[in-house]
């Protein structure tokens, strides 16, 4: 999908003020920047984003109370069609795959140049999911390495439709947009989900994107190495 005219409005979570405070400053300059709030915990982002509008959440991992990673499966459970970027420090994968896990659109470090912050969130608003540079090797690695055991050659044995139901399940989409946009039922969906993880002999996630990733079957933006 592509974005409209209209701006994306974005939520903040950190417990850094000053952070909070640089962040804010910079997106407030982007054209398709909109409502800019703040919170500083993620029972704060929760109140908040019951009372306003939000397209994008802006999470850091290590909040005080409620972590950033059990706040964003919250949240994407009750309003899965939020864009959740992990905005972290964090640059090790057991993170990486927990994000991942709980249906975040992204995983940016907090290293990033603005300018990637900015594209992150165009990209994860048309669909996209976004993985800092330095942490998509680490996926290919991971990727490559299962590729020489049990899923090896696996490419193949996937239906042309099973392919495609992978991609967005790796993107985040929930069952019902899978089968609003395959024009078929979720237990459709569903049914190929399981088919899928039983040739590919995979049980999570962030298996299924190293595998999508390693044949080319997720588009991971502006987030690959140019």
Do not use: W
């Not at 927990?98 to 659109?105: G, L, P, Q, V």
């Amino acid at each position: 999908m592509k974005i409209s005219s209209k701006t994306v409005d974005v939520l903040l979570v950190d417990d850094h003020a000053l952070f909070l405070s640089g962040i804010k400053a910079l997106l407030e300059k982007e054209e398709i920047v909109g409502e800019v709030r703040e919170a500083k915990s993620a029972e704060e982002a929760l109140e908040m984003l019951n009372k306003y509008q939000v397209d994008v959440v802006l999470m850091d991992i290590g909040l005080p109370g409620m972590d950033g990673i059990t706040a964003t499966q919250f949240i994407k459970e009750k309003q899965p069609f939020i864009k959740i970027i992990m905005l972290t420090m964090h640059d090790d994968e057991p993170y990486l795959f927990k994000a991942m896990e709980a249906n975040a659109s992204g995983y940016i470090l907090k290293e990033a140049a603005s300018t990637e912050l900015v594209s992150a969130i165009h990209d994860v608003m048309e669909g996209e999911i976004v993985i800092h540079p330095k942490l998509v090797k680490v996926l290919v690695k991971g990727a490559r390495k299962e590729s020489e055991g049990e899923v090896s050659g696996s490419e193949n044995i996937l239906t042309e439709r099973e392919k495609e139901v992978l991609q967005y399940v790796c993107l985040g989409y929930t069952n019902q947009e899978i089968a609003d946009l395959l024009i078929v039922s979720p237990k459709t969906v569903e049914k190929h989900k399981s088919n899928i993880m039983e040739k590919l002999n995979l049980t999570r996630r962030h298996e299924l994107v190293r595998y999508a990733l390693e044949n080319g079957l997720v588009n991971l933006g502006k987030s690959r190495d140019e």
